[in-house]
């Protein structure tokens, strides 16, 4: 089972469409990073949390630390926001020695 | 921009070769990272520098090496290149562990 899970994988939306990606983890953090990758493989950070919530525009990531989880949300999703979105969770225990562990990423595409 | 510089954007080299990888980090960050992302596997860490010294080391191969030089640019050097190297290789930096990390714009790295 991998360290930090995404869903969905993929997902379409219709243009103005709300849309949500789920990211769960197993192991204990210091943070959590949404990061985005557009088609051309460039990766840009979105946000980095460690409790509660931020918002950035459009652009609203939440994180339950007890439960282990982080959503992603978009609202008025618009075409330019398909991308791969990857959750990425830094932990300073065991093996990783503080270093991000990568989700699998979420494909999204928005359709006009 | 992120700010941070890779180059070169694409590489492409023949098995057995020797290939070397830069990235220029942000101004003032200390920390560089390298990640690797290849289709199967998605994005895995390779190492750590921070201020010169190696901090981690993640799923590095043995034929693959990097430093950080006194200007706090880094190479990864990858030697004796598979077809299985062929991959898209990421920088990152950041000030230190705790902090966002900014990532480059990637290598891609097609080995033939």
């Known amino acids: 089972k991998n360290e930090v899970e995404q869903s969905p994988q993929n997902l379409t939306a219709q243009e103005g469409e709300f849309i949500t990606i789920n990211c769960s983890y197993s192991v204990g953090i210091s943070a959590l990073h949404w990061l985005q990758q557009h088609p051309g493989g460039g990766i840009v950070s979105l946000f980095m949390?460690?409790?509660g919530k931020k918002k950035h525009g459009r652009l609203i990531a939440t994180i339950n630390i007890q439960e282990k989880h982080s959503s992603l949300h978009i609202t008025a999703s618009h075409p330019r926001d398909s991308a791969v979105y990857i959750c990425a969770v830094r932990s300073d225990y065991g093996g990783s020695q503080g270093n991000l562990i990568f989700g699998k990423g979420t494909k999204l595409s928005v359709k006009p | 921009d992120s700010g941070v510089t890779q180059t070169p954007k694409h590489l492409i080299t023949a098995t057995g070769q020797r290939v070397t990888l830069r990235c220029s980090p942000r101004?003032?960050?200390?920390?560089v990272y390298w990640y690797q992302q290849s289709l199967d596997q998605g994005l895995q860490f390779l190492i750590q520098y921070y201020n010169g010294e190696e901090r981690a080391k993640g799923n590095i191969l043995e034929r693959f090496s990097a430093q950080q030089f006194p200007d706090l640019h880094s190479e990864l050097n990858l030697s004796s290149l598979e077809l299985g190297d062929s991959a898209l290789y990421f920088c990152?930096?950041?000030?230190?562990?705790?902090?966002?990390?900014?990532f480059g714009q990637g290598t891609r790295l097609t080995v033939v």
């Open positions: 990152a930096s950041s000030l230190g562990r705790r902090t966002e990390a900014f």
């Open positions: 949390l460690s409790s």
């Open positions: 101004s003032g960050d200390l920390s």
